[in-house]
């Protein structure tokens, strides 16, 4: 499956420039140049530890690693680009920094998977900013399966203009603690943002995400759909944030958020807001918990499976409207492993 | 290219909306002294320990910050209020004061001249006082207590000291603790218990009391199994110099108890409405609040349900209708503290000519509420392309066994029902009125007839000018 792919295994380490052209695909990726990230401090205040903050603030912010993408235009990449990112102890803090430039008529998908060394705390913090042009199709998939020791701080923004089209999807297995945002600034007449979010959420992770979709353009369209499972004593927040600034006219928002609740001690707090200043859009969201049905679990035991069984089931099945989606096959069944896993505790 | 920013907050951090760039210009240059507290607990012959909670509200008053989020309130000029709650001010309001939108919404809702008087503050009260004499016989008989605040804290001392702001604490927010220091008036219901009051109380009756709907603090204790409708308010503008409403309406439902609290509040457009009201229901009781949401500059409101019974109902259904120059920052706050508990919120805004309307809520379904069921809906509807309408539901699990459910939407009218209206024969605009209507209808049903009579007038007489 691996060999179809393109991938860059942490092949930067050290944020020297050095040009990689993957002719074959077309596709131009170059390691990113050594520059500095902001963080604002102020806006993780209390969303994670003051030690965490500090060891990020003492590598000074320096970007040691991403990648600059560029799919020229007309181009369609079939094969995904996978960008694997293992933390090691070599360096237990990354400043990650991707920028992707899409233009016109083009299409790709783009694979980040993230990993930390066992053992180790490791902390990435990282902005991932992308440029879609008119009627361009793009899938980012971001699988962030992080050992529970570790933090990782993730900052993405799309900018599309045109018709373009971006599909986010974001999958948050792992990390002690995970501090997303995906934002999304549908500038073009007909531009189109979708986000589809999967997590899983247990022991005593905790996680912060914040979902925006901001409509400037005419007949712009976005939907958010985030699913998740939340078990033992795990913590999670979602803003899921609808915006229509005022010349969107005729666009169409909607979200939606299912989240699973498989034991007492779990706290889910969802925000979804909507800020609407043009009277002529239709935004939609509707969001619901709750946990599995008892009569369902009943129904399947009476089938003959265990408990063990058929509550994988039924958590398979509160997650699969969304890992149908996904365009990449290894990440689904590393979500259904997964799911296996934690459900066995 | 582009930003290295690593997350960009947008004037968002946590949970509660703050905003980044606040402007502190708000500072009380001459101050609420302790002379002035002194003054006004005399003038009402209270008994020493309100006049200890009023300097200790005026304390905590002076710690307090203005909140950081919401609407701007910085304009808000504390010395008007004192001049207006001095009792030896010789301040008395004028009908020639009176703007002239005022007057001419009195007529248009047909309210007779001596009773637009009266709503205005300049006239003495209108024949509600015959009225509300002759109600308080009929709940004498019941058993039901239904009296001014200050005569209650008299008549009925320790009851009102053991429950008087401890729903609402003065520490609860700025102007929870100016209330505190300079409340005023206002209403004092106990219905005894299995008592049902088969006729809604109107507070409308004590609207001249001084201070009169500035201040005013509203206690009701529904008893054991009895049954209450009060209903606060008129939907006619009431007009003041004193641009401050900080009332706070504190509601006890016993066990098994019904409570019905209606409320339209359509204060004059330069006023600036921050009420708090509350209610702790006991096991198996119920509270249902209606509210209409009209005047005012900005208003922050957002009534609150504890339901902290097993088996308690709380719903709230209301209504925001924000234009030009309005910003109403509004919502539902329910605490489900106890299994078996249920809720429902329903709230829709209406914007146009520029208004900004704000649903701000609060579902927080605590670790020891299991099987509760929780429904949120909020709707919004957007009349022209100034305005702006915004949601921002907050909601809390912290337990599994729930049943919950929030929807949301915002738009505009469906040109096709109009559409469709149009080709049965009816304008344009008196087909958006009524699909205005119907919007509001889920509000307006509750009401007692001659309030949903005049709230429908009042839709009517905001839509004027409005198509398209």
């Known amino acids: ?345 | 290219m582009g930003s290295n920013k690593l997350f960009i907050s947008e004037g968002n951090t946590g949970l509660y909306d703050l905003r980044q760039n606040f402007n502190y210009k708000y500072k009380s240059k001459k101050g609420l002294t302790r002379e002035i507290i002194h003054e006004i607990s005399e003038a009402k012959n209270e008994p020493q320990w309100m006049l200890e909670f009023r300097l200790k509200s005026l304390d905590i008053y002076n710690s307090m910050p203005i909140p950081d989020w919401g609407p701007d309130i910085s304009d808000l000029d504390v010395k008007e209020i004192i001049t207006y709650i001095d009792p030896d001010s010789e301040k008395k309001n004028n009908w020639d004061d009176v703007p002239a939108e005022i007057k001419e919404t009195f007529d248009s809702l047909g309210i007779p001249r001596a009773e637009q008087e009266s709503l205005a503050g300049v006239g003495a009260q209108f024949d509600s006082e015959i009225v509300y004499q002759n109600i308080r016989k009929e709940l004498l008989e019941m058993g039901v207590i239904y009296m001014d605040m200050e005569t209650a804290l008299k008549e009925y001392e320790e009851v009102i000291k053991e429950h008087f702001m401890k729903l609402v604490p003065p520490t609860d927010h700025k102007f929870a603790a100016l209330h505190g220091a300079v409340w005023s008036g206002g209403s004092f219901v106990y219905v005894p218990e299995g008592v049902k009051v088969d006729i809604p109380l109107q507070s409308y009756f004590r609207l001249n009391a001084p201070g009169a709907g500035q201040f005013e603090h509203t206690l009701i204790i529904v008893d054991k199994g009895a049954d209450l409708h009060f209903i606060e308010g008129c939907s006619a503008p009431k007009y003041s110099t004193n641009n401050l409403h900080a009332g706070c309406v504190e509601l006890y439902v016993r066990e098994g108890a019904r409570l019905r609290y209606s409320t339209i509040e359509n204060w004059s457009k330069n006023m600036y409405n921050l009420n708090t009201k509350r209610a702790q229901v006991d096991k198996d009781g119920i509270i249902e609040w209606i509210s209409g949401s009209f005047g005012s500059k900005v208003s922050m409101l957002y009534p609150m349900s504890i339901l902290q019974g097993e088996r308690v109902r709380a719903e709230f259904t209301g209504i925001t209708f924000a234009a030009e120059g309005q910003h109403l920052d509004t919502g539902a706050k329910v605490v489900h503290a106890a299994p078996y508990t249920s809720s429902n919120v329903n709230s829709k805004s209406i914007v146009k000519d520029g208004g900004h309307a704000f649903y701000r809520g609060l579902l927080k379904i605590l670790s020891n509420a299991s099987h509760s069921k929780a429904s949120v809906s909020c709707e919004s509807l957007m009349l022209d392309n100034s305005s702006k309408s915004d949601t921002y539901p907050v909601i809390d699990i912290k337990n599994d066994e729930v049943d919950f459910g929030h929807e949301a939407r915002v738009g505009r009218i469906s040109e096709q029902a109009v559409y469709y209206l149009m080709s049965r024969g009816i304008s344009e605009e008196e087909a958006r009125a009524m699909i205005v209507r119907g919007f509001v209808e889920p509000i307006t049903k509750e009401l007692p007839l001659e309030y949903a009579v005049e709230l429908n007038n009042l839709i009517t007489l905001e839509l004027e000018g409005t198509v398209g």
Not at chain 1, 15 to 22: E, F, H, K, L, P
Not at chain 1, 333 to 339: D, M, R, Y
Request: aromatic share 6%; charged share 25%; with cysteine.
């Open chain 1, 1 to 345: 499956m691996l060999l179809k792919t393109i991938s860059l295994n942490n092949q930067i380490e050290s944020g020297i420039d050095r040009d990689g052209v993957i002719s074959k695909s077309g596709a131009l990726i170059k390691s990113f140049q050594p520059g500095k990230l902001e963080l604002s401090s102020a806006d993780l205040k209390g969303k994670i530890k003051d030690e965490i903050i500090d060891k990020v603030l003492e590598t000074e912010l320096k970007v040691n690693r991403g990648y600059y993408i560029e799919i020229p235009r007309g181009k369609e990449i079939v094969s995904p680009i996978i960008i694997n990112h293992l933390i090691n102890h070599n360096h237990p803090v990354i400043n990650e920094k991707n920028v992707i430039m899409v233009g016109k008529d083009a299409r790709v998908t783009i694979v980040f998977d993230y990993t930390t060394e066992e053992g180790l705390i490791g902390i990435r913090n990282g902005v991932t900013e992308l440029y879609v042009e008119d009627r361009s199709v793009v899938n980012i998939l971001k699988l962030q399966r992080q050992n529970s020791l570790s933090y990782s701080i993730d900052g993405n923004y799309a900018t599309i203009t045109g018709k373009g089209k971006v599909n986010w999807f974001s999958v948050e297995l792992g990390s002690n603690s995970s501090i997303t945002s995906y934002i999304t600034d549908l500038k073009g007449e007909g531009s189109e943002g979708n986000l589809s979010s999967i997590y899983f959420g247990n022991g005593k992770r905790e996680y912060d995400f914040t979902y925006t979709m901001e409509h400037s353009g005419p007949h712009s369209i976005s939907r958010i759909d985030s699913r998740g499972v939340l078990k033992d004593q795990a913590i999670k927040k979602l803003n899921g944030k609808l915006k229509f600034n005022q010349g969107a006219i005729k666009s169409r928002g909607s979200e939606s958020e299912h989240v699973l609740l498989l034991d007492p001690t779990v706290n889910s707090t969802v925000i979804p807001s909507i800020f609407c200043e043009e009277e002529d859009v239709s935004g939609h969201h509707a969001a619901n918990a709750g946990k599995i049905k008892e009569s369902q679990l009943y129904y399947l035991m009476s089938r003959g499976l265990s408990l063990y069984e058929a509550k994988k089931i039924l958590v398979e099945a509160a997650l699969n409207p969304l890992i149908e989606k996904i365009p990449v096959d290894y990440v689904k069944s590393k979500i259904a492993g997964e799911i296996r896993r934690r459900l066995e505790t």
